[in-house]
């Protein structure tokens, strides 16, 4: 490009005023490059030493007084410059060359614009600085003729004129003289015309020093930040008074008090406030100094003239805090470690304010006798397909409306007998109970299992009587079999309602939704909704896109959308609340089955929901319930000598296991049921048990332990599945959990090994010993009992004590092998590893036989 382009990209400079001269240097590169820079170069200032006094200025005559010349106009503002005409394009240009000729011209167009600013800048700032002098010459004149008008003779001034104010004849005087062209000795100078000005203060003299008041008079420009003189920012030229630095907020402080001491003198001590502390069972003495408002070494004093060496660091007990409390005048308030936790036992609800809520009905039974069907056909949908092996193995919350626009919600508890604390934890929360009892059937462990967690619960019980369609089906042989369990239904004169249902036809189910119905009026259940929610977690789960998810069933209250919570060892926020049907809501009342999401971990089944006022509260609780299971947990079991060396020279085996399953429940269920599986050869060792899918975490504790995982409905994510591989865990995925009990019994009997079992074939007494070849020895024998068989086990016992235990090498009557010798022959043995062999001995032959061992 040429050179007039490389002149028009150069940007020069951009200032507020010239305080540098710049110029162009050409650099020369090779390959015939060049490159235009700029160059400034600053001018020197001279700045004097801080507090010196400025050279005097040589002085100057006095001037005569003269005539006023005539004020110069204003200079008019210089007209804007029209802007340059658009340079026409050339021809063929491309739209690249357009876009770049035309961001030239606007880059140019802002130098101009700059320039011509700067230049108008500058006229102005001329302007004010020859206005300023000529302002300050009028001044001087004005003050000069002042002062002689002052010293001139009172006889020249006319006596019928009076006396004119000093401020007001001066000036007059002064333009006077001004005005007349020749003044007169003996006559007062003609008045002239000039522009007023005001009055130059006059200085009160001070009691100071000639020095100091030398200093003093010494010129200082207030207006000028002496400090950063040198420095030109943008926000000094445009406000300087905004550019300096502000005090800081120290500053003022130690001014405001140094004030305040100047005035008032010496600050009077403010007041004792008596606080009412707070004391534990066990407090430091650091946190008792900052609840009492005292110094941590005001305490650490009291204690050593109570004799007590301790530091603010160290933990003393209630009744010392108590002395400490007293002695510096405040109020304690004793409480425990138990005062932080939530007691809602005592906490009732005045009658008026109850209201009337749906009854829970849990649906109780033994497996396959149709309990889930029976739900589906009341609710209208079809839950049953969706169980792994046909059989629940969850506890499922349901609320159904009824005919008559009434609510009743259901809780669906497993028949399996593995899931026992699930049926307990139905029985505990529910208003009714329904024992379902298969018509073909009869009853059975499940069926009783659920008779005795009913009358522990003491809640009433109906009767339903399922499967009617079916051929075998006899009502009569159940209510027969119930008055085994002191049952007796209203057929047989007894009170428990009992209704014959089928799921498959329908037939039945109004007559036991009204039985259900019947039942809720007797018992008058009521809750009260207006106040804080508390609620029962019937399941908890980990889900993979929601997180920790407990299904509750609110017992009283109202649990809204944003509620602080405490559940079990957790505590969290409501962040949605999900009903049986898959919508959102925003808040569930009373007797209502929900999910709660939004909880900080996966609580217990059977844990109590209870709403707090703020998030310190529950973080609070859930601590010291955290703290309370660690201690519990970690506690050691009391011991004594025979458990001890009982358990010192026992062979157990143990087989360790990670459990990982969807929901609480299940784990709960599979843990227990795999501890029955225990006995005295070999023990079930559960490394870990958790809800949610399987994690790394798990697969390196296996790897550790070389122990098999058990995914109950659950499986490894990517990271897992990489361990997995690499490590060569053992993965056992199942999905109904008999299944499951049945696979890892069969694991530990394999564990184990097969069983041995020894049949005992004959005996015989060692009557002569006699020498075999260079080493072994030959026993004679005369057998007493059975037969006495070669290459079968044998033991050597001399009196009653065993010698060695060992194997018949040879066996020989006479001098002829023999495999067999009966009783009351005699015979002669060699005996495998052993030659001590004695008259007397009596060996024992017996056979082994290995079995598949059975748990």
Known sequence: MSDDNDNQRIRKPLGLKRSVDAGEVKQTFSHGRTNKVVVEVKRRRVLGKPGSEPAAPAPTPAPEPVAEAPRPAPTPPPAAPAPKPARPAPAGETPQERVKRLQLEAEEERLRMAEEGRKREEAEAREREEEA???????????????????????????????????????????????????????????????????????????????????????????????????????????????????????????????????????????????????????????????????????????????????????????????????????????????????????????ETLVTRPPVVTIMGHVDHGKTSLLDALRGTDVVKGEAGGITQHIGAYQITTRDKSKITFLDTPGHAAFTEMRMRGANVTDIVILVVAG??????????????????????????????????????????????????????????????????????????????????????????????EATVIEAQLDKGRGPVATVLVTRGTLKRGDTFVVGTQSGKVRAIVDDKGQQLKEAGPSMPVEVLGLGGVPSAGDNLTVVENEQRAR??????????????????????????????????????????????????????????????????????????????????????????????????????????????????????????????????????????????????????????????????LVLEGAIRKGLFARLTRADVIVSATKIQSLRRFKDDVDEVRTGLECGVVLEDTNDIKPGDMLEVFSVEERERTL
Not at 150 to 161: H, M, Y
Not at 212 to 219: F, G, H, I, L, S
Not at 329 to 343: A, K
């Open 133 to 351: 002098r000529r302002r300050a010459e009028e001044n001087r004149r004005a003050e000069e003729e002042a002062e002689r008008q002052r010293n001139a003779p009172p006889a020249a001034a006319p006596a019928a004129e009076p006396e004119a104010p000093a401020e007001v004849a001066a000036p007059a005087a002064t333009s006077e003289a001004a005005a007349a062209p020749a003044p007169q000795a003996d006559a007062a100078p003609a008045a002239r015309r000039f522009t007023p000005v005001e009055r130059p203060e006059v200085k009160r003299p001070e009691l100071k020093s000639k020095k100091k008041d030398d200093k003093r008079a010494a010129p200082v420009d207030e207006g000028k930040d002496n400090r950063r003189s040198g420095k030109l920012t943008v926000t000094r030229a445009l406000n300087e008074d905004e550019g300096r630095r502000a005090r800081s907020l120290a500053a003022l402080k130690r001014a405001r008090e140094k004030e305040r001491r100047g005035q008032g003198g010496p600050s009077k001590p403010r007041e004792k406030q008596v606080r009412d502390v707070v004391v534990p069972e066990a407090i430091t003495v650091s946190e008792l100094a900052n609840r009492m408002a005292e110094k941590g070494a005001d305490l650490v004093k009291a204690l050593f003239n109570l004799g007590m060496m301790v530091t603010v660091n160290q933990t003393i007990d209630q009744d010392t805090a108590e002395l400490l409390v007293e002695e510096f005048g405040h109020n304690i308030l004793r409480v425990s470690e138990s005062d932080v936790d939530i007691d809602t036992s005592e906490d009732t609800d005045p009658e």
């Open 440 to 533: 073909d059937d009869g009853l059975m462990p499940q069926t009783i299992e659920a008779i005795n967690h009913t009358k522990a619960a003491g809640v009433p019980m109906i009767v339903a009587i399922t499967k009617a369609d079916k051929a075998e089906y006899n009502p009569q042989k159940i209510r027969e079999r119930l008055l085994e369990h002191e049952i007796v239904v209203e057929a047989m004169s007894g009170d428990v309602q009992d209704v014959e249902v089928s799921a498959k036809t329908g037939a039945g189910l109004d007559q036991l939704i009204e039985a259900i119905g019947l039942q809720a009026e007797l018992l008058e259940l009521k809750a009260r909704p207006d106040r804080d929610a």
């Open 620 to 781: 609070e609780v859930a601590k010291y319930r955290q703290e309370k299971a660690t201690e519990k947990r970690t506690a050691l079991a009391p011991t004594n000598f025979d458990t001890m060396f009982a358990g010192l020279s026992s062979n157990l085996i143990e087989f360790p296991v990670v459990v990982k399953a969807d929901v609480q429940g299940s784990v709960e269920a599979i843990v227990n049921a795999l501890h029955n599986l225990s006995n005295d050869e070999i023990k079930v060792r559960v490394l870990n048990a958790g809800v949610g899918a399987i994690t790394e975490s798990d697969v390196l504790l296996a790897a550790a332990s070389k122990a098999p995982i058990i995914g109950f409905n659950v499986r490894p994510n990517a990271k897992a599945r990489d361990l997995v591989k690499r490590d060569g865990v053992r993965m056992m995925y199942y999905d109904v959990i008999y299944h499951l009990t049945d696979a890892v019994a069969k694991e530990m009997a394999g564990e184990l090994g097969p069983e041995r079992i020894e049949t005992v074939v004959g005996r015989a007494e060692v009557k002569q010993v006699f020498p075999a070849g260079k080493k072994d020895k030959a026993a004679g024998l």
